[in-house]
T-cell receptor, first 112, second 113 residues
Framework: QQQVKQSPQSLIVQKGGISIINCAYENTAFDYFPWYQQFPGKGPALLIAIRPDVSEKKEGRFTISFNKSAKQFSLHIMDSQPGDSAAYFCAAKGNSGSRLTFGEGTQLTVNP | EAQVTQNPRYLITVTGKKLTVTCSQNMNHEYMSWYRQDPGLGLRQIYYSMNVEVTDKGDVPEGYKVSRKEKRNFPLILESPSPNQTSLYFC????????????FGPGTRLTVT
Protein backbone atom coordinates (compact mmCIF):
# COMPACT_ATOMS: atom_id res chain seq x y z
CA GLN A 1 0.00 0.00 0.00
CA GLN A 2 1.47 3.29 -1.12
CA GLN A 3 1.39 5.67 1.82
CA VAL A 4 2.46 8.63 -0.31
CA LYS A 5 0.62 9.14 -3.59
CA GLN A 6 2.20 11.37 -6.23
CA SER A 7 0.76 12.90 -9.40
CA PRO A 8 1.08 13.36 -12.26
CA GLN A 9 3.26 10.51 -13.44
CA SER A 10 4.66 12.69 -16.21
CA LEU A 11 4.56 16.40 -16.93
CA ILE A 12 5.55 18.44 -19.96
CA VAL A 13 6.00 22.19 -19.53
CA GLN A 14 7.24 24.94 -21.78
CA LYS A 15 10.32 26.93 -20.83
CA GLY A 16 9.35 29.73 -18.49
CA GLY A 17 6.18 28.00 -17.34
CA ILE A 18 5.22 26.74 -13.88
CA SER A 19 5.59 23.05 -13.05
CA ILE A 20 3.35 21.69 -10.30
CA ILE A 21 3.66 18.23 -8.78
CA ASN A 22 1.31 17.03 -6.07
CA CYS A 23 1.56 14.51 -3.27
CA ALA A 24 -0.92 13.20 -0.73
CA TYR A 25 -0.17 11.18 2.37
CA GLU A 26 -2.17 9.13 4.82
CA ASN A 27 -0.03 8.80 7.92
CA THR A 28 -0.56 11.75 10.24
CA ALA A 29 2.64 10.81 12.10
CA PHE A 30 4.78 11.99 9.17
CA ASP A 31 6.76 15.03 10.29
CA TYR A 32 9.19 15.83 7.48
CA PHE A 33 8.40 16.16 3.78
CA PRO A 34 11.32 16.36 1.32
CA TRP A 35 11.43 16.51 -2.43
CA TYR A 36 14.22 14.73 -4.28
CA GLN A 37 15.43 15.42 -7.82
CA GLN A 38 16.99 12.70 -9.96
CA PHE A 39 18.82 13.11 -13.24
CA PRO A 40 19.36 10.16 -15.59
CA GLY A 41 22.13 7.86 -14.41
CA LYS A 42 22.35 9.55 -11.01
CA GLY A 43 21.01 8.93 -7.56
CA PRO A 44 18.29 11.17 -6.14
CA ALA A 45 19.43 14.37 -4.44
CA LEU A 46 17.59 16.49 -1.90
CA LEU A 47 15.99 19.53 -3.52
CA ILE A 48 13.90 21.13 -0.78
CA ALA A 49 12.08 20.00 2.36
CA ILE A 50 9.39 21.25 4.72
CA ARG A 51 8.08 20.50 8.19
CA PRO A 52 4.33 20.48 8.92
CA ASP A 53 4.47 23.55 11.15
CA VAL A 54 4.77 25.86 8.13
CA SER A 55 2.53 26.14 5.08
CA GLU A 56 5.12 27.19 2.52
CA LYS A 57 8.86 27.11 1.95
CA LYS A 58 10.65 28.78 -0.92
CA GLU A 59 14.20 28.28 -2.18
CA GLY A 60 14.94 30.16 -5.37
CA ARG A 61 12.54 28.97 -8.08
CA PHE A 62 11.36 26.01 -6.00
CA THR A 63 8.46 26.25 -3.52
CA ILE A 64 6.77 23.64 -1.37
CA SER A 65 3.17 24.31 -0.41
CA PHE A 66 1.87 22.26 2.51
CA ASN A 67 -1.74 21.71 3.55
CA LYS A 68 -1.80 19.80 6.83
CA SER A 69 -5.59 19.48 7.09
CA ALA A 70 -5.84 18.03 3.59
CA LYS A 71 -2.69 15.92 4.06
CA GLN A 72 -1.29 17.21 0.81
CA PHE A 73 1.86 18.96 -0.30
CA SER A 74 3.09 20.15 -3.65
CA LEU A 75 6.22 21.29 -5.43
CA HIS A 76 6.06 24.38 -7.62
CA ILE A 77 8.88 25.16 -10.03
CA MET A 78 8.65 28.72 -11.26
CA ASP A 79 10.19 29.83 -14.58
CA SER A 80 10.87 26.19 -15.47
CA GLN A 81 14.07 25.60 -17.46
CA PRO A 82 15.19 22.73 -19.70
CA GLY A 83 17.83 21.95 -17.06
CA ASP A 84 14.99 21.17 -14.64
CA SER A 85 14.05 18.15 -16.76
CA ALA A 86 14.41 15.25 -14.35
CA ALA A 87 12.47 12.84 -12.19
CA TYR A 88 11.02 14.28 -9.00
CA PHE A 89 10.06 12.30 -5.94
CA CYS A 90 8.16 13.46 -2.91
CA ALA A 91 8.73 11.67 0.36
CA ALA A 92 7.64 11.65 3.97
CA LYS A 93 9.35 10.67 7.19
CA GLY A 94 7.75 9.30 10.33
CA ASN A 95 8.50 10.63 13.77
CA SER A 96 11.04 7.95 14.63
CA GLY A 97 14.32 7.19 12.94
CA SER A 98 15.12 8.45 9.46
CA ARG A 99 13.04 6.15 7.28
CA LEU A 100 11.56 7.82 4.22
CA THR A 101 8.47 6.71 2.32
CA PHE A 102 8.63 7.86 -1.30
CA GLY A 103 5.95 8.70 -3.82
CA GLU A 104 5.85 7.04 -7.23
CA GLY A 105 7.77 9.82 -8.98
CA THR A 106 7.06 12.37 -11.72
CA GLN A 107 9.06 12.67 -14.92
CA LEU A 108 9.28 16.38 -15.78
CA THR A 109 10.21 17.52 -19.27
CA VAL A 110 10.72 21.22 -19.91
CA ASN A 111 10.68 22.03 -23.61
CA PRO A 112 12.90 24.89 -24.85
CA GLU B 1 34.94 14.30 -1.93
CA ALA B 2 32.02 13.28 0.29
CA GLN B 3 30.18 10.50 -1.44
CA VAL B 4 28.39 7.18 -1.40
CA THR B 5 29.88 4.61 -3.75
CA GLN B 6 28.33 1.42 -5.05
CA ASN B 7 29.81 -1.47 -6.98
CA PRO B 8 29.18 -2.81 -9.46
CA ARG B 9 27.21 -0.18 -11.39
CA TYR B 10 25.80 -2.75 -13.78
CA LEU B 11 25.32 -6.47 -13.26
CA ILE B 12 23.69 -9.19 -15.33
CA THR B 13 23.35 -12.54 -13.63
CA VAL B 14 21.33 -15.73 -13.72
CA THR B 15 18.66 -17.00 -11.39
CA GLY B 16 20.04 -18.51 -8.20
CA LYS B 17 23.62 -17.24 -8.45
CA LYS B 18 24.49 -15.45 -5.22
CA LEU B 19 25.65 -11.88 -5.57
CA THR B 20 26.71 -8.96 -3.40
CA VAL B 21 26.40 -5.27 -4.15
CA THR B 22 28.79 -3.19 -2.10
CA CYS B 23 28.08 0.24 -0.65
CA SER B 24 30.53 2.53 1.08
CA GLN B 25 30.28 6.08 2.43
CA ASN B 26 33.10 8.36 3.51
CA MET B 27 31.04 10.85 5.53
CA ASN B 28 31.05 8.98 8.87
CA HIS B 29 27.26 8.71 8.67
CA GLU B 30 25.45 6.55 11.20
CA TYR B 31 22.41 5.59 9.14
CA MET B 32 22.50 3.66 5.87
CA SER B 33 19.72 2.25 3.68
CA TRP B 34 19.10 0.23 0.57
CA TYR B 35 16.31 1.06 -1.88
CA ARG B 36 15.07 -0.42 -5.10
CA GLN B 37 13.60 1.78 -7.80
CA ASP B 38 11.03 0.40 -10.21
CA PRO B 39 8.98 2.36 -12.80
CA GLY B 40 5.72 3.61 -11.35
CA LEU B 41 6.63 2.50 -7.83
CA GLY B 42 9.17 5.10 -6.82
CA LEU B 43 11.86 4.10 -4.34
CA ARG B 44 11.06 1.39 -1.85
CA GLN B 45 13.24 0.71 1.14
CA ILE B 46 14.69 -2.79 1.41
CA TYR B 47 16.75 -2.61 4.62
CA TYR B 48 18.20 0.07 6.80
CA SER B 49 20.84 0.31 9.49
CA MET B 50 21.03 2.82 12.31
CA ASN B 51 24.49 1.79 13.42
CA VAL B 52 27.10 -0.97 13.27
CA GLU B 53 25.48 -4.36 13.84
CA VAL B 54 22.01 -2.72 13.94
CA THR B 55 19.84 -3.49 10.92
CA ASP B 56 16.10 -3.68 10.32
CA LYS B 57 13.70 -4.56 7.53
CA GLY B 58 12.24 -1.93 5.29
CA ASP B 59 9.17 -2.27 3.12
CA VAL B 60 10.39 -4.96 0.70
CA PRO B 61 13.03 -7.11 2.47
CA GLU B 62 12.10 -10.53 1.04
CA GLY B 63 14.97 -12.14 -0.86
CA TYR B 64 17.63 -9.75 0.46
CA LYS B 65 20.17 -9.76 3.29
CA VAL B 66 22.40 -7.03 4.66
CA SER B 67 25.18 -6.69 7.17
CA ARG B 68 26.81 -3.71 8.87
CA LYS B 69 30.12 -4.78 10.33
CA GLU B 70 31.81 -1.44 9.76
CA LYS B 71 30.31 2.02 9.91
CA ARG B 72 31.28 2.93 6.34
CA ASN B 73 30.09 -0.26 4.57
CA PHE B 74 26.61 -1.71 4.05
CA PRO B 75 26.60 -4.53 1.48
CA LEU B 76 23.39 -5.90 -0.03
CA ILE B 77 23.31 -9.66 -0.54
CA LEU B 78 21.02 -11.60 -2.83
CA GLU B 79 21.56 -15.24 -1.92
CA SER B 80 19.34 -16.66 -4.66
CA PRO B 81 18.38 -13.91 -7.10
CA SER B 82 15.18 -14.21 -9.08
CA PRO B 83 13.96 -12.28 -12.15
CA ASN B 84 11.57 -10.19 -10.01
CA GLN B 85 14.66 -8.68 -8.36
CA THR B 86 15.65 -7.09 -11.64
CA SER B 87 15.72 -3.44 -10.66
CA LEU B 88 17.77 -0.31 -10.04
CA TYR B 89 19.26 -0.35 -6.56
CA PHE B 90 20.38 2.64 -4.51
CA CYS B 91 22.35 2.83 -1.32
CA UNK B 92 21.90 5.93 0.83
CA UNK B 93 23.35 7.33 4.03
CA UNK B 94 22.20 9.86 6.60
CA UNK B 95 24.32 11.63 9.19
CA UNK B 96 22.34 10.34 12.14
CA UNK B 97 19.84 11.31 14.82
CA UNK B 98 18.17 14.64 14.07
CA UNK B 99 19.42 14.73 10.49
CA UNK B 100 17.12 13.62 7.72
CA UNK B 101 18.83 14.33 4.39
CA UNK B 102 19.69 11.11 2.60
CA UNK B 103 22.76 11.02 0.36
CA PHE B 104 22.32 8.53 -2.44
CA GLY B 105 24.88 6.53 -4.34
CA PRO B 106 24.91 6.41 -8.16
CA GLY B 107 22.86 3.22 -8.37
CA THR B 108 23.38 -0.39 -9.47
CA ARG B 109 21.34 -1.71 -12.36
CA LEU B 110 20.75 -5.42 -11.81
CA THR B 111 19.30 -7.79 -14.37
CA VAL B 112 18.46 -11.36 -13.35
CA THR B 113 17.73 -13.72 -16.24
Amino acid sequence: QQQVKQSPQSLIVQKGGISIINCAYENTAFDYFPWYQQFPGKGPALLIAIRPDVSEKKEGRFTISFNKSAKQFSLHIMDSQPGDSAAYFCAAKGNSGSRLTFGEGTQLTVNP
Amino acid sequence: EAQVTQNPRYLITVTGKKLTVTCSQNMNHEYMSWYRQDPGLGLRQIYYSMNVEVTDKGDVPEGYKVSRKEKRNFPLILESPSPNQTSLYFCASTRGRGSYEQYFGPGTRLTVT
